[in-house]
């Protein structure tokens, strides 16, 4: 059949020379047809006649070339690159579709494709949706329903680029109708061309419209769906699919793994990647060094040290080798949490290795680590060794050396690095103008910080949300927040979306100057916008609506910060039981002080002595005792001796007895500042027989009664009442106490 038609082909071709010169490429002439080149005729005649004989003509050629590349090639090239000696200008469109499906009806689906392939290149074709609908339903007719979907995958890919993915997408439903089987692989070919746009909703319509239609999507178009989500940043969606995902037993390739892992990682969901990487491998995964280095990574950044660990014990178990990378990022970890010895000897052990040694990455994590507490001489070592073994310091290592310089104030000796930098051919980053600009902020030279950041913008550096948050930070700090809203504003100019750490740092500030109406809409606005308040962002609130005495809205957003997923800690805590007990609240107080104990959050100082003196100031000391005495020894001990001090310096004496007395049954030696307190007190109330009990007490627990104790008390009293008065009191008390002793003694 082909040898036929080419026989024809070529005859009409070989006869019809001057009608065709202008059809032909006169600059790439073929051999076969240099006798047409001496032609010069400008226009096609637009006779049918003549149509036909052009659409003949291109069928013999692309039937020439096909053959040609098939003879000097070893392969079956699924896409041929053919080279027609034909003109694109003076083919027209409805030619183009003639030249189709003759060469589908008589040649078969290849020829036919392969002049597809070789029209698609021209724009004049490539976006004739006809071309393409006509082929289709040529090949469809043919019954070769594979090279149909690649021609609608074609179609798909280049109407995207003019903005017509819709009308293309539409076009794939109706031919269903002209009968185009629809697949799983159809559906994966539509799914991925509008993914890679970033239209994850209308891929959402698609995949649902063609389940309508009977399709049943495979493991790829699920995994495209993850893919897209994940490469967005949109964990929750990415959940969602790779989870229907799961439940269907379809398995994702390591690199997919690898990216799940990673995105959940970086937007907090350590744990949900964890439970979902668990989950891969009962399904039949087989993870790599790469995918458990993915999660260790995340696990380490997110503060696990321990769960990270025990990720590299089932590793090795495994028989996976963990490399360089796998100890970098353990060693980056332990830096962060500030566990530098732990970290020297894994760091030891990578240098001993034989397989491997650490590099640029696992030197300067160590030197951030030993920079962050303030250990400059260690990380100042490391820089040398790091050089002695060939390895050039990088723009982060130095970045390092200047934060911790410029966390010690030490400004000389990181202006010397950055001026190294340059002098090294590396330029400072955003991540190095911020470490200068944070510590001359924390240092109070703001001047020298805005001065820095000129500096900075001068040299092509854009500020980041790091660079607005910590100047916003220092304007709140210093109360100024005209200025922190204005750079707030000026950052949301220039395309910059604040997070919720800005928004926190705002808030926080209107908290403590009790605007409670601004800091409820800047909260209102992070939410709409899709933020989620964290633990900090919620504690300022309450602490700013218990300031203002509204501990109705305290108890509000201390409720709602189950929604956000954020779990109280002892200052949040703290903060509402303040509130409650400023209020005369004692019942919720106490309420809310036992609930923190029985989940295991400590109480700070503060909240403990709070609870317990309020209790005491309304009568109710035996409750305030049974409260502290859920307490540790340690705890109890600090917190009883600053009561005690604190009721003695409200002249409360009788109360602070009764802790007093506590206090020496728990306690094996005398405080003395508690003592002394205590002792001044009674003197400054004239309280000498409860001198004299304590006096028995203190005697018989501890023996006798030291100098230096009674001489603080002595001097205390000397400075409050005067010699004169001090020495009336104190010789009466001691007159009093010796008589005491006295009958003591008779008795014995």
């Given at each position: 059949m082909i040898s036929f038609t080419f026989h024809r082909f070529y005859r009409l071709h070989h006869f019809t020379p001057s009608l065709l010169n202008p059809l032909l490429n006169n600059n790439n002439p073929s051999p076969h047809h240099t006798q047409f080149h001496s032609f010069t005729t400008n226009t096609l005649p637009s006779s049918s006649s003549h149509s036909n004989s052009v659409v003949k003509m291109v069928c013999s050629l692309v039937f020439e070339s096909y053959c040609?590349?098939?003879?000097?090639?070893?392969?079956?090239?699924?896409?041929?690159?053919?080279?027609?000696?034909?003109?694109?200008?003076?083919?027209?469109?409805?030619?183009?579709?003639?030249?189709?499906?003759?060469?589908?009806?008589?040649?078969?689906?290849?020829l036919a494709l392969s002049f597809f392939y070789w029209a698609i290149g021209y724009v004049k074709y490539r976006y004739f949706m006809r071309l393409y609908i006509v082929l289709a339903i040529y090949l469809i007719k043919n019954g070769n329903f594979e090279r149909a979907h690649q021609v609608m995958h074609f179609m798909l890919r280049n109407f995207c680029e003019i903005g017509m993915l819709k009308e293309a997408v539409d076009m794939v439903f109706e031919m269903q109708n002209q009968g185009l089987v629809l697949n799983a692989g159809s559906l994966n070919s539509v799914v991925s061309v509008v993914n890679e746009i970033g239209e994850v909703e209308m891929a959402e319509k698609v995949f649902?419209?063609?389940?309508?239609?009977?399709?049943?999507?495979?493991?790829?178009?699920?995994?495209?769906?993850?893919?897209?989500?994940?490469?967005?940043?949109?964990?929750?969606?990415?959940?969602?699919?790779?989870?229907a995902m799961l439940e269907r037993g379809f398995l994702v390739d390591n690199a997919t793994c690898t990216l799940i892992t990673s995105?959940?990682?970086?937007?907090?969901?350590?744990?949900?990647?964890?439970?979902?990487?668990?989950?891969?491998?009962?399904?039949?995964?087989?993870?790599?060094?790469?995918?458990?280095?993915?999660?260790?990574?995340?696990?380490?950044?997110?503060?696990?040290?321990?769960?990270?660990?025990?990720?590299?014990?089932?590793?090795?178990?495994?028989?996976?080798?963990?490399?360089?990378?796998?100890?970098?990022?353990?060693?980056?970890?332990?830096?962060?949490?500030?566990?530098?010895?732990?970290?020297?000897?894994?760091?030891?052990?990578l240098v001993k290795s034989d397989n491997y040694k650490p590099n640029v990455h696992t030197y300067t994590a160590m030197i951030a680590g030993y920079c962050k507490q303030e250990k400059l001489n260690r990380a100042e070592m490391l820089l040398s060794r790091m050089q002695e073994q060939e390895l050039v310091p990088n723009a982060n290592t130095y970045t390092a050396l200047i934060d911790g310089y410029c966390k010690v104030g030490n400004f000389?000796?990181?202006?010397?690095?950055?001026?190294?930098?340059?002098?090294?051919?590396?330029?400072?980053?955003?991540?190095?103008?911020?470490?200068?600009?944070d510590g001359l902020c924390?240092?109070?030279?703001?001047?020298?910080?805005?001065?820095?950041?000129?500096?900075?913008?001068?040299?092509?550096?854009?500020?980041?949300?790091?660079?607005?948050?910590?100047?916003?930070?220092?304007?709140?700090?210093?109360?100024?927040?005209?200025?922190?809203?204005?750079?707030?504003?000026?950052?949301?100019?220039?395309?910059?979306?604040?997070?919720?750490?800005?928004?926190?740092?705002?808030?926080?500030?209107?908290?403590?100057?009790?605007?409670?109406?601004?800091?409820?809409?800047?909260?209102?606005?992070?939410?709409?916008?899709?933020?989620?308040?964290?633990?900090?962002?919620?504690?300022?609130?309450?602490?700013?609506?218990?300031?203002?005495?509204?501990?109705?809205?305290?108890?509000?957003?201390?409720?709602?910060?189950?929604?956000?997923?954020?779990?109280?800690?002892?200052?949040?805590?703290?903060?509402?039981?303040?509130?409650?007990?400023?209020?005369?609240?004692?019942?919720?107080?106490?309420?809310?002080?036992?609930?923190?104990?029985?989940?295991?959050?400590?109480?700070?100082?503060?909240?403990?002595?709070?609870?317990?003196?309020?209790?005491?100031?309304?009568?109710?000391?035996t409750i305030a005792m049974g409260l502290l005495d859920r307490l540790e020894k340690k705890l109890w001990i600090r917190t009883v001796s600053t009561l005690v001090r604190k009721l003695c310096s409200e002249k409360n004496v009788d109360v602070a007895a009764l802790f007093f007395h506590k206090l020496l049954d728990k306690q094996q030696s005398i405080d003395r500042v508690t003592l002394a307190a205590f002792m001044s007190a009674c003197y400054e109330s004239n309280n000498y027989n409860l001198v004299s009990s304590m006096n028995e007490r203190i005697m018989k627990d501890f023996g006798k009664i030291r100098?230096?104790?009674?001489?603080?008390?002595?001097?205390?009293?000397?400075?409050?009442?005067?010699?004169?008065?001090?020495?009336?009191?104190?010789?009466?008390?001691?007159?009093?106490?010796?008589?005491?002793?006295?009958?003591?003694?008779s008795r014995i």
């Open positions: 040609r590349i098939q003879e000097n090639t070893h392969f079956r090239s699924t896409h041929p690159n053919l080279k027609l000696p034909i003109n694109s200008e003076y083919l027209t469109q409805e030619q183009a579709i003639t030249v189709v499906a003759s060469l589908a009806d008589e040649g078969g689906s290849m649902g419209e063609m389940c309508e239609r009977g399709v049943c999507p495979d493991s790829l178009c699920f995994e495209s769906m993850v893919v897209a989500y994940c490469r967005m940043g949109r964990v929750v969606e990415a959940d969602r699919w790779l989870t995105v959940f990682c970086e937007k907090g969901s350590v744990n949900r990647a964890l439970w979902m990487f668990n989950k891969l491998i009962v399904l039949g995964l087989a993870p790599n060094v790469i995918n458990y280095t993915c999660l260790i990574n995340g696990l380490c950044k997110k503060g696990k040290i321990k769960h990270a660990f025990e990720l590299l014990e089932e590793m090795v178990r495994k028989g996976l080798k963990p490399n360089v990378f796998t100890h970098t990022v353990l060693i980056d970890g332990l830096c962060k949490k500030g566990w530098m010895d732990k970290a020297f000897r894994l760091f030891l052990k000389d000796v990181a202006y010397k690095f950055l001026h190294l930098m340059d002098e090294k051919g590396l330029s400072p980053n955003i991540f190095t103008y911020n470490a200068v600009i924390k240092k109070g030279r703001v001047q020298e910080a805005y001065k820095m950041l000129r500096k900075g913008m001068r040299s092509g550096i854009s500020p980041d949300l790091v660079t607005y948050t910590i100047l916003i930070s220092q304007s709140c700090k210093l109360g100024d927040n005209r200025q922190a809203f204005a750079l707030f504003s000026k950052m949301v100019k220039a395309g910059i979306s604040p997070d919720m750490h800005t928004y926190t740092t705002l808030i926080a500030s209107l908290c403590r100057q009790k605007k409670m109406k601004d800091s409820e809409k800047l909260f209102e606005e992070a939410v709409i916008l899709g933020l989620i308040p964290t633990k900090e962002t919620c504690t300022s609130m309450i602490c700013g609506y218990c300031r203002d005495k509204n501990v109705a809205m305290a108890k509000k957003y201390f409720q709602r910060m189950g929604e956000y997923g954020c779990l109280p800690d002892n200052l949040t805590y703290g903060a509402l039981i303040s509130g409650l007990c400023k209020e005369s609240k004692l019942d919720e107080a106490r309420e809310l002080y036992n609930s923190m104990i029985d989940k295991g959050i400590p109480p700070c100082e503060v909240t403990r002595l709070t609870v317990a003196y309020e209790h005491c100031k309304n009568n109710e000391p100098m230096p104790v009674i001489s603080l008390v002595f001097a205390v009293q000397k400075a409050k009442i005067g010699m004169g008065v001090l020495l009336t009191k104190f010789l009466g008390a001691l007159l009093y106490v010796g008589a005491q002793l006295v009958a003591l003694f």
